[in-house]
């Protein structure tokens, strides 16, 4: 018997779990102090009203005879997956229903699609970039190589021909940068992947807090996307559904290599290795994208939205260089004074109480800088951004 000698070439903590231990630490040996966390990219406010009304009447269907659910179809329910459909047509994207398919979650999906995809392909991933990205493909075996994300490009790469990739990692608005891509930009990675036969995965897990008419919002917005790209996104910062999951890939018909078909190689392995969302909780998902369920989910996201820009309006005041924000949860900011980004880490966490996520944790190009996070109480990011000011101006 052997195991998957892979996990070797892989960080023994998972970045987000070196963070909270670390704030545990501190938290232990100073509890009379409150930190102040906006580190993890974990929502905090509760669920829409119509959300739960509906999980509330899903849970009455499973208590009796003639509404109860047993195993439900794998790929998800029809009426989550039209609700789905509807919420791209709304954006002028047109998707057919078996091309969708419901998960628990984009991160589930981020690494199970690749069961689908041969472990010679080579991965492109831009540096920083979600540890997700990278690690569930070293531990399958396959080579990964790196676009450049730096301070000069805006952290945001372009494709480069004399750079050759089977599998392409692509996430807008970024995590951790918060950088976002227009639709003319992701028609040049579409026509790069296509020359390649390559497929782009797009993450598209932020594309609610998307407000700007130059960002795109799905890969799909760009034509020929089809014959290049699979698109994974969630309900988890659209609507707060991180302690709920539910999550969606869309993986179109006409997604082929070498004569075999994307679409129903992904059915196939669902039927496989995956049981299905909960009824209850896709219930609630497609009470999301109702008119009722989107006015009052806006409501939640305007909060974070006012957070990033007061977090955004920091940075100007300090004159701190910094990506993300106007389309994003997330901002990437430089650390001052030439800090690397875990003694960054160390000072907030002492001298503010103040959390973030160092940006090494995202790859070598994030070393020097840091990520803050929106998703808190418009009162407690005030209060953080305080402190914050105050830590930082102690250094010059």
């Known amino acids: 018997m052997k195991l998957n000698e892979n996990y070797k070439n892989i960080a023994d903590n998972y970045l987000f779990s070196t963070v909270a231990k670390k704030i545990a630490a501190y938290t232990a040996a100073h509890p009379e102090k409150q930190v102040i966390k906006l580190s993890i990219g974990d929502v905090t406010l509760p669920l829409a009203p119509a959300v739960i009304r509906a999980l509330h009447d899903a849970v009455d269907d499973m208590a009796k005879k003639e509404t109860f659910k047993g195993y439900g179809p794998e790929q998800g329910y029809g009426f989550l997956k039209e609700s789905i459909q509807g919420y791209y047509a ?172 994307c679409n129903k190689m992904w059915l196939r392995r669902q039927t496989t290795k995956f049981n299905g969302v909960p009824y209850i909780v896709q219930k609630g998902a497609a009470a999301v994208f109702t008119e009722e369920g989107e006015k009052q989910i806006q409501s939640n996201l305007d909060i974070y939205r006012t957070n990033a820009k007061l977090i955004s309006d920091c940075m100007d005041e300090l004159g701190i260089w910094y990506t993300g924000g106007k389309n994003s949860p997330y901002i990437w900011l430089k650390c001052p004074n030439g800090m690397d980004s875990w003694a960054f880490f160390d000072y907030l966490l002492e001298e503010a109480q103040v959390a973030g996520t160092p940006g090494s944790g995202f ?25 914050f000011k105050a830590a930082v101006r102690k250094l010059k």
């Open 90 to 261: 709304r954006r002028g994207v047109t998707l057919e229903s078996d091309e969708i398919f419901v998960s628990d979650g984009a991160k589930s999906d981020c690494g199970n699609i690749l069961d689908i995809f041969d472990r010679d392909n080579v991965v492109l991933v831009p540096d920083p970039a979600y540890p997700v990205y990278v690690d569930t493909n070293v531990m399958a075996g396959r080579k990964v190589i790196y676009a450049d994300a730096n301070e000069g490009n805006g952290f945001l790469p372009m494709p480069d021909d004399s750079v050759k990739a089977d599998i392409i990692y692509i996430c807008s608005p970024n995590n951790p940068t918060g950088a976002s891509y227009t639709k003319e930009q992701l028609e040049k990675w579409v026509a790069y992947a296509i020359r390649n036969q390559s497929v782009i995965l797009f993450d598209a897990a932020y594309e609610c807090f998307v407000q700007s008419g130059t960002a795109a919002r799905s890969i799909f917005e760009v034509e020929d996307a089809k014959k290049c790209a699979i698109e994974i996104s969630s309900f988890s910062k659209t609507a707060g559904f991180t302690g709920t999951r539910c999550g969606y890939t869309v993986v179109p018909k006409s997604l082929e290599f070498n004569g075999m078909n």
């Open 363 to 387: 790859g070598k190009n994030g070393e020097g800088f840091f990520r803050l996070t929106s998703f808190n109480t418009v009162e407690a990011t005030k209060e953080a951004l305080e402190r």
